[in-house]
């Protein structure tokens, strides 16, 4: 019965979300139905493959320990840096600065240093690939969105630089989208570090869910970004699979390049995490010593959540909106506004903020189930949240002047499929693990 129950959450989660793309779409009839078919089948059934196939899951908890094995190295140049903070955990326990933010800037030189060894474009042709001839896309969406599972989201539109400017709206659409969906290489080990910790056991665990989660958010946001923007210039589309982007001059120029963008990638992360805690924080107490005060509603929502939350507060409003879609995710009753919650700061702020509070729930002791602590690492691994809006209109922006209206215009759909690029991945999770 349990099984049914998950299988038909799931169907009812898939279902909803697909809806939702459905009504907010610009051209209902201009739906290519199979095209949908095809990539939730895509996504399914790598799903499938990864979660349920024993050798396949073997490969890629091989994958994972690799990743797991690398951050080794990274930590090896944060010791050499900052000696016991990192190394000596009796005194000074996990501290995110020293232990997590090298990593950013560690896997940010190895990307680019597989990028100029041409590792890289291989496997993102080889993706890319796939997508085009099974779901019958354009070269340089095809491009893109494979590029957006390996690379940030304003780095993976340089994969296709020459054809921005003549892209369709639809494949405009879905190359944010995909941007939204995804993750890049450098916060993906920051991911394992921060949601690992320094247990390598949990460090693999978690590095193939989230190595997972990316790839088959890539077919569930074109699917999305499909649905909302469907092409309706098929004839004028480019079916050519050919990369372009800037090559470093060597190898030494592809280390300092990498480097110097991680660091500014590390440099951003941990002063968001800062400010945003901090202004969480100033929220939740601004609203529990006001609204929360009238008529014992702080002591009601305390007592109705067996603890979980420390009044009327944001991070429980937020709890509320969101928790009809952790439902409709299949995490189980009891966990749905936590989860609600983490969704909602995703979203609203951005996804390592949402899996900072995801940490702390686990070390305050309110221990999530199994299947909702999956449910919530697959939900939150992408991109999609407001500030990401300014970043492509930005970033893409700046390389494709011309489509600077058309950026502005689908910035808010596009929020909208990666949100369910991701919903969509959790949500088939959910029924598998």
């Known amino acids: 019965m349990e099984i049914i129950s998950d299988l038909g959450r799931g169907l009812l989660g898939v279902l909803s979300m697909l809806a939702i793309c459905y009504v907010f779409s610009r051209n209902r009839k201009a739906i290519d139905w199979r095209l949908v078919a095809v990539g939730m089948s895509f996504q399914i059934v790598f799903a499938l493959l990864v979660l349920k196939v024993p050798f396949i899951n073997s490969f890629f908890d091989k994958l994972a320990g690799a990743f797991t094995f690398i951050l080794k190295f990274a930590s090896a140049g944060a010791e050499f840096m900052f000696g016991g903070l990192v190394t000596d955990m009796a005194s000074f326990g996990y501290i995110f600065a020293f232990q997590v933010l090298p990593t950013i800037v560690f896997f940010s030189a190895l990307t680019s240093i597989l990028y100029y060894l041409g590792i890289l474009q291989k496997v993102v042709y080889g993706l890319a690939w796939a997508l085009s001839k099974s779901m019958g896309l354009s070269g340089p969406e095809s491009l893109a969105a494979a590029a957006n599972v390996f690379i940030g989201q304003t780095e993976a539109p340089l994969v296709v630089k020459p054809y921005l400017e003549n892209m369709t709206r639809s494949e405009i659409m879905c190359l944010m989208t995909g941007g939204m969906a995804t993750i890049a290489g450098g916060v993906f080990a920051a991911y394992i570090g921060y949601l690992g910790g320094d247990d390598p056991v949990q460090q693999t665990f978690f590095a193939k869910h989230l190595l997972t989660a990316s790839l088959i958010s890539a077919p569930a946001a074109i699917v999305a970004a499909k649905i909302l923007v469907p092409e309706t210039n098929k004839k004028d589309i480019d079916t050519q699979l050919k990369m372009t982007g800037d090559k470093a001059h060597n190898i030494l120029d592809a280390i300092s390049t990498g480097t110097t963008d991680g660091l500014k990638l590390a440099v951003n992360v941990g002063v968001m995490l800062l400010v945003f805690t901090a202004l969480i924080a100033l929220c939740n107490q601004l609203l529990m010593s006001t609204v929360g005060q009238i008529g014992g509603l702080n002591e009601w929502v305390t007592e109705s959540t067996s603890n979980k939350f420390e009044g009327f507060n944001l991070t429980y409003i937020l709890g ?35 899996y ?34 300014g970043i492509q209109i930005g970033g893409i922006g700046a390389i494709a002047p011309g489509q600077r209206r058309t950026l502005t215009e689908l910035g808010l759909l596009a929020l909208l499929g990666g949100t369910i690029a991701s919903f969509l991945t959790a949500a088939i999770a959910g029924v598998l693990v």
Request: overall charge negative; hydrophobic content about 55%; charged content about 15%.
């Open 320 to 354: 509320v909106i969101f928790a009809p879609f952790a439902w409709l995710l299949g995490t189980p009753y009891e966990d749905v506004l936590l989860v609600g919650q983490l969704l909602g700061q995703k979203t609203a702020i951005n996804e390592f903020v949402a």
């Open 356 to 389: 900072a509070e995801l940490d702390n729930i686990r070390k305050a002791g309110m221990s999530l189930s199994p299947k909702s602590l999956i449910i919530a690492t697959y939900a939150l691994c992408g991109f999609a949240n407001f500030a990401s809006i």
